[in-house]
């Protein structure tokens, strides 16, 4: 079925206009999404597709949030606010609790604290808010020895680092990230959206697996009281239904720094363009020894959580690793559940952004995905 492609390609970037449509047409009647991306600080691709979307429209974009939270702790590694090697406690006394205390922040943000969550479960207030989640996680026992493993901290990274942030700066993360990062560049990615933006926002759909699909989601182990169950939150006594999180308007409203931005795909690919690359006569947000360090692997090989091979950077993942194996050495990003993706390739000046209304099986980065950064990429390699 043939489907119209809205928005514009610049020269050399046909190719990935041709591979959307191509994509587009396979998906079901109701797809919903936007890819946009920047080379060299030069936006190149600016596409969507779906009845109701447009270039505007704004989109729950689960743990690509975290790609926001990470490039805030990194401005503030770079400006010598924050030092990646001293210890959390350093900033954040409280959290020696329960065999805690040397933990560094650089091991924090790889994932390798062991708090992914508590025993009991957070309830959806608490979810919302990242100072609740710190101040509970802060009591809580690691489920293994603190830094000696690695494993996602899915729901609460972004409040453990944004913790630190406070600390260290007397304001939360978010406000640093709208002062230093979102309105300095007039950037669609909100966290906290401001109820001015409300009719923009498209609500996230859940999944519409095959049966064969189903028959795959049914067999994946999902005890309550397994690690990715504390993890996601799923033994609390009012579940988390993560597919449906960024209609909760409260997640919304709070925008916590896990799980609750809402953005674009203009707006994912803005952040990294901003990150790597001069724009609007500003230089990069991150000098180049910045971005390095931050994409540089920090946590290799067996999560605990995801009971997979994973790779991250500090905060950010490994995205050459975990997702695109084309990209060059040293990229970093995040990508979010219902199927978002956002990176920066620092090596090709590629930054870029996805967005999808209805929650991609079998959650994380789309598989699209795959096919249409590679076509980004591919064109970039040659303008």
């Known amino acids: 079925m043939t489907r119209e492609i809205h928005g514009t390609v610049t020269g050399g970037f046909e190719t990935v206009k041709e591979e959307f449509a191509a994509f587009v047409a396979e998906e079901r009647p109701d797809y919903e999404g936007q890819l946009c991306a920047y080379v060299h600080g030069r936006r190149v691709v600016d596409l969507w597709a779906g009845d109701g979307t447009d270039a505007d429209a704004l989109y729950g974009v689960y743990s690509s949030t975290k790609g926001a939270a990470h490039l805030v702790v990194a401005l503030l590694v770079q400006d010598g606010t924050l030092e990646l090697d001293r210890k959390v406690t350093y900033y954040w006394p409280e959290f020696a609790a329960e065999g805690k205390g040397l933990l560094t922040l650089r091991e924090l943000l790889a994932h390798r604290a062991g708090v992914v969550g508590t025993e009991t479960g957070f309830s959806p207030q608490e979810l919302a808010d990242d100072r609740q989640l710190a101040e509970r996680l802060a009591d809580q026992r690691p489920f293994w020895r603190p830094g000696t493993a690695f494993g996602y901290h899915g729901l609460v990274i972004g409040a453990l680092a944004g913790e630190v942030v406070r600390r260290a700066t007397g304001r939360t993360l978010q406000e640093v990230y709208e002062e230093r990062v979102r309105a300095p560049y007039g950037l669609d990615f909100f966290l906290g959206l401001p109820a001015a933006h409300e009719p923009r926002f498209r609500s996230a759909r859940p999944m519409a697996p095959t049966a064969e699909q189903r028959v795959l989601l049914d067999s994946v182990p999902s005890g309550p009281h397994t ?87 500090i905060g950010f993942q490994a995205t050459a690793d975990t997702w695109h194996p084309f990209l060059g050495a040293g990229a970093f990003g995040h990508s979010g559940a219902g199927g978002c993706q956002a990176f920066a390739d620092p090596r090709s000046g590629l930054a870029y952004g996805y967005t999808r209304r209805r929650f991609a099986f079998p959650g994380g980065a789309a598989p699209e995905n795959n096919r249409l950064a590679a076509a980004v990429h591919r064109a970039a390699l040659t303008v």
């Open 227 to 313: 690690l990715a169950a504390i993890a996601f939150n799923r033994h609390a006594a009012e579940p988390t239904d993560l597919e449906l999180l960024p209609n909760d308007p409260l997640i919304r409203a709070k925008g916590p720094a896990s799980v609750g931005g809402v953005a674009s795909a203009r707006g994912l690919a803005g952040l990294y363009a901003a990150a790597i690359s001069e724009m609007e006569g500003k230089a990069p947000l991150l000098k180049e020894d910045t971005a390095a360090e931050f994409g540089q692997f920090h946590s290799v090989g067996y999560d605990l959580v995801a009971r997979a091979h994973k790779a991250f950077g």
